[in-house]
């Protein structure tokens, strides 16, 4: 075959393919998340700034964690009740873990109204070059 084949669904993947896409999937989430947690002791105009990226920090961080566990562990092998909350609780995941990143975006450029002194002085570039 002389063509590259399309992201559309149409290859089939085994059982251990797919489990190695999805822990990859959570792996990049996590370390995504955090990242964010390494904002943890930096400095925020206010208390509640500070608090409310903790919290979207960790949300972003383990909201991932739930919903592998709701919708692939808890799926496959649950009664039909866990079964019946799957779509529920999996939707709740997905709108905490978008409005967590929403609000850590918007913090990252309210930050940016208070910065130190240290950030309004120009940088000699030319004294950094050893050969200049």
């Known amino acids: 075959m002389l063509r590259v084949p399309t992201f559309d669904g149409s290859i089939g993947l085994g059982r251990l393919d797919t489990m190695v896409v999805r822990l990859a999937t959570l792996s990049m989430a996590t370390i995504f998340g955090g990242i964010h947690c390494l904002a943890w002791f930096f400095t ?7 608090l409310l990226w903790h919290i979207c920090a960790l949300g972003i961080t383990g909201t991932p964690w739930l919903f592998f566990c709701v919708a692939f562990t808890f799926g496959a092998a649950s009664p039909g009740l866990l079964r019946q909350l799957n779509i529920p609780i999996g939707l709740l995941c997905i709108i905490l873990y978008v409005t967590a990143r929403a609000i850590l975006l918007v913090l990252m450029f309210t930050t940016l109204r208070h910065l130190p002194g240290d950030a309004y002085q120009a940088v000699s570039w030319i004294g950094l070059v050893p050969h200049l």
Do not use: D, I, L
């Not at 925020?44 to 500070?50: A, G, S």
């Open 44 to 50: 925020f105009v206010t208390h509640q700034e500070q």
